[in-house]
């Protein structure tokens, strides 16, 4: 049983992630029907803005510390963040170490310019270009997005922690009644299926209980018969291309301190992604969403020793096979829609 | 059956029909079409003279892909590309998983090496007929699904080859240190090695990395068998893409890509031709796995990684999907730009604005620098956006706009090469 929950929740951060680049991707191709490869990339971009805070937060300026002197007996020159002198020490030190969480009010807002733009600028003129002509522009947009941050980062991961309250791990066996010890868990990952929850549920209920929400599921439906009534639908459709970007880079903000951002982790989710996306079924939120969570535990349990044991090298291929089944015996993934992607 | 081939044929493409009708065809193709093999025929045999145009020791020499390594792989990425161009350009199936074609095709060929003998020959045989199986069953598999799913099928079943090589099939891949023939292996075919000798690929005797250097003035020229080798084998490959093209399966392919439906509704169904074609590319790409086991005698698993499949991708539309010329030009622009553009340093482009003032000068190494040496990604990337956008024929259809542009009124139908559509 302790196994068992232990690999639930070994999925579940993996599988937040797949959810939320899933359902992005999701809400791109529902809305405005195209495939876009550079989704990884908004996730990258995601990180890099995390990376980016953390490192202007802790811009500092030299300082002469006369209490102190180094080896040669000089006075020692410590650098001392701005944060220190505008908010002083302890307040400034909270901020640098919250540069992950704080993250993300710096990322809404990028990542929506960035999605608008892209959309405006290349996107836009691609709707009645073949699903190919789409994939291989977006393919373009992704490397040229990852060189950029390359070329600005460097080549290496740059190690971007938690919050000190949240670096630890916790009992999760314990707090659930089961025998101590057993069931030991990274508190951040905890906190990051918590928020992938929190953002998903927000993009539903945004979804669903708006009057902006509904005319984007009705330009879904049947996007001329929303314009015939007088609705400007395509603006509402690039802002939620904006939304997508948002809902990928902070998935990727919120990531940074599980793996280290480096210039390509985009590509590599992005691959999954669109297994997961596809798996789900094109165009269905629930599917992609579903099928991210699925593919990650899956792929958790699929890394068990006992399995390995059996199967070797299982966990590095199952979420393939997986999607290749169902691909195989039910074309449209889990949930998807009739007539969505059907040449 | 070919009756019905036949007609399509003539209706539905004029210009590749009044090719396969004129009456002097040589070797089995039209006038433009034995022009154009010609040219690449005369363009690869002198490649060595061609990619060497300037001096040793001027400052262009830098430009210079005239040696060995590069021109093989020119032309095996030459094969590799024109393999996907059956596939893609003709069908219109987006495949991200023909790396592994590659990685198997090596794969195969190294443990020929191995196992048989260092002669080529056997290697490559085998490389393309296991990468044909290996294309067969994840075409058969692929091909129940089009569009997006395709690719996704196709990049899943790479990605599992990929992982599948680097961890648990250590045994047959060498994992993370990949293979090469060493001393020990027992290679049946062959004699005992000499004391100290280490193998090395030949074919029949000539070895792959033998060749003579001919010094003209400041001019060093390489010829290099294993370059020679996989040019001819290229020519080969090349001449049977241009009779793919021309023949009425390659009516039938245009067919899929043009109109699935319509062809269904005249009685025929393209799932033979689309696998057909598919197992025909994925032989292609083991025929470079092969020549690339042949000429450098190693394999790795990250052959097989999905950005390879990209990069092939990348060769196709950046040279013209669909066109017979295309696909290799692509190969060979990027091949070049991974060589060539990213050894471009600092100090070199101050040496190229050495004529500029100073501070002009620092401005445009700053600006420069970003796009160069290691940053030729961006490049790449940019130059491919800017190619799907307003180029969606490739760079041959750039070539046929400039061209139209100076013989405009003359004959409009003069380009060299058809477009699939």
């Known amino acids: 049983m302790e196994a068992i929950i232990l690999q639930i929740l070994n999925g579940l951060d993996k599988g937040s992630a797949y959810a939320l680049i899933a359902m992005g991707l999701t809400l791109i191709f529902g809305t405005l029907g195209v495939v876009n490869f550079a989704h990884g990339a908004l996730f990258m971009v995601g990180a890099f803005c995390a990376v980016t805070l953390s490192r202007i937060l802790t811009l500092s300026h030299e300082v002469v510390d006369p209490t102190r002197t180094d080896f040669l007996g000089n006075p020692l020159k410590v650098d001392v963040p701005y944060a220190y002198d505008w908010f002083g020490q302890a307040t400034g030190d909270a901020i640098i170490d919250w540069a992950v969480p704080l993250s993300i009010l710096f990322a809404v807002p990028v990542m929506i310019i960035i999605g608008v733009v892209m959309e405006r600028g290349l996107i836009k003129h691609f709707y009645k270009r073949p699903h190919a002509d789409q994939i291989l522009v977006t393919f373009g947009l992704a490397i040229v997005l990852q060189e950029v941050i390359k070329y600005f980062y460097g080549a290496n991961p740059i190690p971007t922690p938690a919050p000190q309250a949240f670096a630890s791990s916790m009992d999760m066996g314990a707090a659930l009644g089961f025998e101590a010890g057993q069931i030991i868990y990274p508190i951040w990952r905890l906190v990051y299926f918590v928020f992938a929850a929190i953002v998903i549920g927000c993009v539903f209920a945004f979804l669903q209980f708006t009057t902006f929400g509904m005319v984007v599921r009705a330009g879904m439906a049947d996007r001329e018969t929303v314009g015939l009534l007088g609705i400007n639908i395509d603006k509402r459709f690039t802002i939620m291309f904006g939304i997508a970007a948002a809902v990928a880079g902070l998935a990727g903000v919120m990531y940074t301190p599980i793996t280290s951002p480096n210039y390509h982790m985009g590509m590599d989710f992005l691959v999954l992604s669109f297994v997961v996306v596809v798996v789900g079924g094109m165009g269905s939120l629930p599917g992609a969403v579903l099928a991210g969570f699925l593919l990650g535990v899956i792929e958790a349990f699929a890394s068990l020793p006992q399995v390995l044991d059996v199967l070797p090298g299982l966990n590095q291929i199952i979420i393939f096979l997986v999607a290749i089944v169902i691909l195989l015996t039910r074309p449209r993934g889990l949930m998807g829609r009739k007539g969505v992607m059907e040449e | ?421």
């Open chain 2, 1 to 421: 059956m070919t009756d019905q081939t036949e007609q399509h044929a003539t209706s539905a493409a004029p210009a590749a029909s009044s090719a396969t009708q004129s009456s002097t065809k040589v070797l089995g193709l039209g006038p433009k079409d034995f022009k154009l093999m010609f040219l690449v025929v005369v363009l690869t045999m002198a490649a060595p003279f061609l990619l060497n145009p300037f001096p040793e020791g001027s400052a262009m020499a830098q430009f210079n892909a005239g040696y060995p390594d590069l021109m093989q792989r020119f032309v095996i990425f030459g094969i590799f590309a024109i393999g996907f161009n059956i596939l893609f350009g003709l069908t219109g199936y987006l495949s991200f998983g023909h790396a592994a074609f590659l990685g198997v095709g090596s794969y195969a060929g190294i443990w020929m090496m191995k196992l048989l003998t260092m002669n080529v020959i056997p290697a490559i045989v085998v490389s393309v007929a296991v990468a044909g199986v290996f294309a067969l069953i994840v075409g058969y598999i692929s091909l129940r699904r089009s569009g997006i799913y395709f690719s996704i099928l196709t990049l899943a079943f790479a990605q599992m080859s990929y992982s599948l090589a680097y961890s648990v099939l250590t045994p047959i891949t060498g994992g993370e240190t990949g293979l090469q023939p060493k001393v020990a292996d027992p290679r049946i075919l062959d004699g005992a090695l000499e004391a100290g000798a280490s193998p090395r690929a030949n074919l029949f005797g000539l070895e792959m990395g033998a060749g003579f250097e001919w010094q003209v003035g400041n001019w060093l020229f390489t010829f290099n068998a294993g370059y020679y080798v996989a040019a001819v084998v290229m020519l080969v490959a090349f001449y049977l893409s241009i009779r793919i093209f021309r023949s009425p399966f390659g009516m039938m392919l245009r067919a899929v890509k043009s109109n699935q439906q319509r062809l269904s509704y005249t009685g025929l169904s393209p799932k033979p031709y689309t696998l057909a074609a598919f197992v025909i590319s994925g032989m292609y790409a083991g025929l470079a796995g092969g020549l690339l086991v042949a000429m450098d005698t190693q394999v790795g698993a990250e052959r097989m990684f999905w950005t390879a499949s990209g990069e092939v991708v990348l060769m196709t539309i950046l040279g013209g999907a669909g066109t017979l010329i295309g696909p290799v030009l692509g190969a060979g622009l990027i091949k070049y730009m991974e060589n060539i553009l990213s050894k471009i340093n600092k100090d070199i482009l101050h040496e190229w604005f050495f004529f500029l003032p100073d501070g002009f000068e620092n401005l445009m190494v700053e600006l420069v620098y970003p796009f160069i040496g290691k940053g030729w990604h961006l490049t790449l990337g940019i130059i491919f956006m800017l190619v799907v956008i307003f180029l969606p024929g490739g760079l041959v259809e750039g070539g046929q706009k400039i061209a139209g542009m100076f013989k405009r009124g003359k004959d409009a139908d003069a380009s060299k090469t058809t477009p699939a559509e």
